[in-house]
């Protein structure tokens, strides 16, 4: 039996012309930087595609083994970057279903965005800026080096291809600032994203927008996603206690993870429903902030799981200066030659200074992997808390 696969395809770009909100983003108006005939003439459409494309993709696979926020802790319970990652496209697919917005472009945005996390999170995050700056290649970001392996390293340095609007959803994601309302910038080209980019490096400070409403909710999931599971782990290892948690932030959020994320997703739907903006209500805001300030200074700032900061420290220096130095001597047998560059694009190696090359192996590095690379005298133990 003939099925025009080709006819199945426009019919559903009409229907999300039906069923979508007029502020949301059409697969119909997805651009890449290069055409794809082939692919415009089959029958998945744009951000399914990305979707498809990020989830098969090895920088996917390593989230398996990269640190949310606890690192070197026998713990099986605690999270990793791989259930992260699931939990955001969760949570903003459903908020996105009620604001009438394109499900396959948040879910490709949200499994992405962490794919540029280093070994050990953010500590390893600010170690490798200090390292990168110090090579001149400007800050280190773990929401740019996302695009980067998508974009630049993935597939022998070809990349994959992805729309621009899924990519600027991954740069713009920086769950970690506090927004009440959200308002997309749009009508970006690639030009103007590149640029934004190049920026960043240069300016940590600088503050980027999203150009859809699907990056908006992507980008405030993550926020609902960490925050509360961040809490039920802390209690789970004996961090914190739940009372601890202050009233200002119980009252309003309340004081479990599923009670937070549901108080949290409501809450949005309500105040961004048939908007050019996604919000938060400003009483919900106000609490929301004093929670994540509430876990930065007895969570992540926490002494009792920062014991390896120094050693992991070290360790980065170690490994950045050994790769560095194995591609100024040509050194073959160096794995950075014989596993990330390998059969590498001769576009990469072009585009891309020793130091910049050093900065993407490492990243890309998951936490075992890492520790494997170091002497095994010199590799910080995994503990109980």
């Given amino acids: 039996?003939?099925?025009?696969?080709?006819?199945?395809?426009?019919?559903?770009?009409q229907r999300?012309?039906?069923?979508?909100?007029?502020?949301?983003?059409?697969?119909?108006?997805?651009?890449?930087?290069?055409?794809?005939?082939?692919?415009?003439?089959?029958?998945?459409?744009?951000?399914?595609?990305?979707?498809?494309?990020?989830?098969?993709?090895?920088?996917?696979?390593?989230?398996?083994?990269k640190t949310q926020v606890f690192y070197l802790i026998q713990n099986d319970h605690i999270t990793h970057r791989v259930l992260h990652v699931q939990l955001v496209s969760k949570i903003a697919r459903t908020i996105g279903r009620f604001l009438g917005l394109n499900e396959d472009l948040i879910e490709a945005i949200a499994l992405a965005h962490d794919i540029g996390h280093t070994p050990f999170g953010h500590d390893g995050e600010r170690i490798l800026t200090e390292l990168c700056r110090r090579r001149g290649i400007g800050y280190f970001h773990h929401n740019l080096q996302s695009v980067q392996f998508l974009d630049r390293v993935e597939r022998k340095g070809r990349g994959w291809n992805l729309c621009l609007q899924t990519l600027d959803g991954i740069m713009s994601h920086d769950g970690e600032v506090h927004d009440q309302k959200l308002e997309p910038l749009r009508y970006k080209t690639f030009e103007s994203f590149d640029k934004?980019?190049?920026?960043?490096?240069?300016?940590?400070?600088?503050?980027?927008l999203p150009m859809t409403l699907e990056g908006c909710v992507v980008r405030m999931a993550d926020t609902i996603s960490y925050i509360g599971r961040d809490l039920e782990d802390a209690i789970r290892l004996g961090v914190i206690r739940r009372c601890d948690i202050p009233p200002e932030c119980t009252d309003r959020l309340g004081n479990s993870n599923g009670t937070i994320v549901y108080n949290l997703v409501t809450d949005i739907i309500a105040n961004s429903f048939e908007k050019t903006h996604t919000a938060f209500s400003p009483d919900v805001s106000?609490?929301?902030?004093?929670?994540?300030?509430?876990?930065?200074?007895?969570?992540?700032?926490?002494?009792?799981?920062?014991?390896?900061?120094e050693s992991i420290r070290r360790l980065f220096e170690m490994l950045f200066d050994r790769y560095l130095n194995d591609l100024e001597k040509e050194n073959r047998s160096s794995v950075i030659f014989t596993q990330f560059l390998a059969d590498i694009s001769e576009e990469y190696r072009t585009n891309h200074?020793?130091?910049?090359?050093?900065?993407?192996?490492?990243?890309?590095?998951?936490?075992?992997?890492?520790?494997?690379?170091?002497?095994?005298?010199?590799?910080?133990?995994?503990?109980?808390?």
């Fill in 286 to 309: 106000t609490s929301l902030q004093a929670l994540k300030a509430f876990n930065l200074e007895y969570i992540y700032l926490n002494p009792r799981i920062k014991i390896h900061l």
């Fill in 196 to 208: 934004e980019i190049l920026s960043k490096k240069e300016n940590p400070d600088l503050k980027l």
């Fill in 353 to 385: 200074n020793h130091a910049e090359i050093v900065r993407d192996f490492i990243a890309g590095m998951t936490d075992q992997y890492f520790l494997r690379l170091c002497p095994e005298n010199m590799r910080p133990a995994y503990r109980s808390l």
């Fill in 16 to 65: 999300e012309t039906k069923m979508l909100s007029p502020h949301a983003a059409h697969s119909s108006q997805a651009v890449r930087r290069r055409p794809e005939e082939l692919l415009e003439s089959g029958y998945r459409q744009a951000y399914s595609t990305d979707a498809d494309r990020i989830l098969h993709s090895p920088a996917y696979t390593r989230y398996i083994d």
């Fill in 1 to 13: 039996m003939h099925v025009d696969l080709e006819k199945i395809h426009k019919s559903l770009d």
